[in-house]
């Protein structure tokens, strides 16, 4: 009964029906308490899913006790060098890292990844993940240097275990980019940021929005360069994926309008910068 009920809250999560999901998450951990008692590995596991479905909801002060009871729990059961534990760490410090609590998301980002490198080992992917944590944590505070290796190592361990035309490398390619772009090396950024679009182009076809975000990407560093005709190309490329996939009153179609917008008025075409914002406020408004 559990198991069921446990999956389809993941279930429900993933097609982004989320008080249908934390419904049927509250109702898997009561079945899970009353099946197993409250310090079973099982409840530990309902408890991270639905703290998972408060953070998808923006409620952080209602996840963090649900974590942080799932991590008691784990380590209790399991040791505290078990992988369960470092997933639940990283789930805690990805939280406070949305919210900007850089101090207090270090140590836990940090202690997952000794757990996951001493208990599967220096080249599993699941440490690429707790690498890019890290990475990101570096270049949110403006540790660039530091931020870089962690990136390289990443993709190193990804394009072995995976290939390197997959979903995964193509997510640190561009993170990678992005790091090169916050230091404004946009001709370093440029070539990852292609190789990443022709990922996403390649796994999820032409017109997707994950290409759109690639396309968006791509014309940023472009423009840098001054590459403004290309750059303009592609950000209106992925405007037009945007407005197919979301139609012309959606919230992600005022965004995209709010960036192609920011691109003119960048380069002095203001009547035409003002004309996107206006209509993008209307979308906004309504």
């Not at 190309?233 to 192609?260: C, D, V």
């Amino acid at each position: 009964m559990w198991e069921q009920m446990n999956r389809k809250a993941v279930e429900l999560f993933q097609n982004g029906k989320y008080d249908e999901a934390l419904d049927m998450g509250k109702k898997a951990l009561a079945e899970a308490e009353k099946s197993y008692g409250p310090d079973d590995p099982r409840v530990a596991r309902s408890l991270n899913n639905l703290a998972e479905i408060y953070r998808a909801r923006v409620k952080y002060s209602e996840a963090e006790p649900l974590w942080k009871r799932a991590l008691d729990i784990r380590e209790r059961a399991l040791g505290k060098d078990h992988p369960d534990v470092a997933t639940t760490l990283n789930n805690i410090a990805g939280a406070y890292f949305e919210q900007g609590k850089f101090d207090e998301a270090e140590p836990l980002f940090r202690r997952a990844l000794r757990i996951i490198e001493k208990s599967l080992g220096p080249e599993h992917p699941d440490l690429a993940a707790s690498l890019t944590n890290m990475a990101a944590l570096n270049r949110a505070i403006g540790k660039y240097p530091a931020a870089k290796p962690l990136y390289d190592r990443a993709l190193k361990i990804l394009e072995k275990a995976s290939g390197p035309e997959s979903l995964e490398v193509g997510g640190v390619l561009n993170d990678l980019a992005g790091l090169y772009e916050s230091q404004q090396r946009f001709a370093d950024a440029e070539p990852l940021y292609r190789r990443a679009l022709g990922i996403a182009e390649k796994s999820f076809g032409p017109y997707h929005p994950h290409v759109a975000a690639s396309l968006s990407n791509l014309a940023a560093t472009l423009a840098g360069l001054r590459k403004y005709q290309e750059a303009e190309s592609l950000m209106l490329r992925a405007q037009q994926i945007l407005e197919t996939n979301f139609g012309e009153k959606h919230p992600y179609t005022a965004t995209g309008l709010e960036n192609l917008a920011e691109f003119y008025e960048g380069i002095g075409r203001t009547e035409e910068a003002n004309a996107l914002k206006a209509r993008a406020a209307e979308i906004k408004r309504r």
